[in-house]
């Protein structure tokens, strides 16, 4: 009687140590219906449903293993077994476990050979934050932007850092195109039960290319309960696409409103510094090809902001200096490229002098908040005053070539760890802060489309952040 006694108050300690990690949905789900059965030298033997015994054993075996180590230190494992059965051998225990679909994936795609410039930097955190902490940092996370930003990049770098980092980790890896060939498959060969444990039951779920949902009825339905099973079961679930949630009109409403439920977060285009900074990396990767910065900088400033074209053209110069034994030179650069990705310079000529400056933001920036520009320079500290000189401080850094101490400069001479200051400030808000996610993007997104300026409101004037 002791012994059932001493076991039913360490199962309720882990029991309310689950309560506290998961949400509700989460617990009910998958650890209510958990019981313990009997401690075994230092292995406590739970009971678990034939059905949910493996995946909760995959998926949550180490926080149960935690969990019964907090409540009782002499537990060193925790050992599932399916009702009615005795305890497995050990060894057997990860029998079963289903392989994830990351072999597939390229190895060059991970967060070292991501390049990171403006467009992308908060994209890259986002990426960055939910791989260190998978399920739990923003989910789903949707990476949108057009078409050679480097979506697909970080997705994949997700997948190779939780597979690195845990080993055990189910992850699947796909693009909408295989998801809907894997769909109709399994309806016209009658095995809807596999597919959905395929994408239903894994750590990580990554989906590429959302946009080709559109449209598409059934499917979207089917991936709409995929994405509700998946995050309601803790796992991690990131998705690419070409644009916003927002503006997929043929979505179905339900999965378009749950998507924009999670962090959307866009990627603009490489500007030419980030260009070139791609370039070298690429360059890096053969040690034999030696390209200078004229050189990279010639051919990034005929090349577009694709990052597949950028690679394409660099590998159409290497090939054709080692294929004619020639050099490779600015003039080679011009004689191999420009017939073949001419007509670009006006355009990148433009994007340099179309560099908004800090004039034009500080203005913008002003008139949201119905602020004079003239106050961004005075000593005033009042809190909506400060939050939105700190967004012009932000935007300034994200969206010119200036140097921390111009930038100061211009907001009252200030010092330049002020404007340091406020750009982690800002960068760390976008993170957690929704509507100055949404603030900043809008007026970063009248910089790059070169929309004229809205009025706004006055009762919905943005107002500074609780604890800004």
Partial sequence: MEGDRNLEETWA??????????????????FSALRPVEVRGNALVVEAPPRTRDWVGRRFGSVLTAAAGGA????????????????????????????????????????????????SRFAHAAALAVAEMPGQAYNPLILFGPAGVGKTHLLQAIGTYVRDNDPAASIHYATVETFTNNFTSALRTDTIHSFKRTYRQCDLLLLDDVQFLDGKTRTAEEFFHTLDCATTAGAQVV???????????????????????????????????????ILRKLAAQNPSLELDGDILN?????????????????????????????????????????????????????????QPTVNQIQT??????????????????????????????????????????AIADQFGGRDHTTVLHAHRKIKNLILTDESTRELVSSLATSFTHARQPTSQDPQKLPQAPPGQ
């Fill in 239 to 277: 998705l690419t696409v070409d644009r916003h949630p927002s503006k997929l009109p043929l979505l179905e409403s339900r999965l378009r409103e749950r998507l924009q439920g999670g962090l959307a977060v866009d990627i603009h285009p490489a500007d030419r510094l980030t260009r070139i900074a």
């Fill in 72 to 119: 009782d230190p002499s537990l060193r494992r925790v050992e599932l077994v399916a009702e009615g059965q005795r305890l497995e051998p050990t060894h057997d225990r990860d029998a079963g476990r289903h392989a994830d679909s990351l072999p597939s994936l390229r190895i060059k795609h991970s967060f070292s050979t991501f390049v990171i410039g403006p467009g």
């Fill in 13 to 30: 300690r882990i029991q309310e140590h689950l309560r506290a990690t998961f949400s509700d949905s989460v617990y009910e789900a998958w």
């Fill in 364 to 405: 913008k920036a002003a008139a949201a908040f119905d602020l004079d520009q003239t106050q961004f320079i005075s000593p005033g500290r009042g809190r909506r005053l400060v939050y939105a000189r700190q967004i012009a401080m932000y935007l300034c850094r994200e969206l010119t070539t200036l140097s921390l101490p």
């Fill in 298 to 354: 010639s051919v990034a400033s005929k090349i577009g902001p694709n990052v597949h074209v950028l690679a394409g053209a660099l590998t159409r110069l290497t090939a054709y200096a080692s294929l004619t034994g020639s050099k490779v030179t600015i003039s080679l650069v011009e004689e191999v490229l420009t017939n073949l990705y001419g007509g670009n310079e006006d355009q990148h000529r433009h994007e340099r002098s179309s």
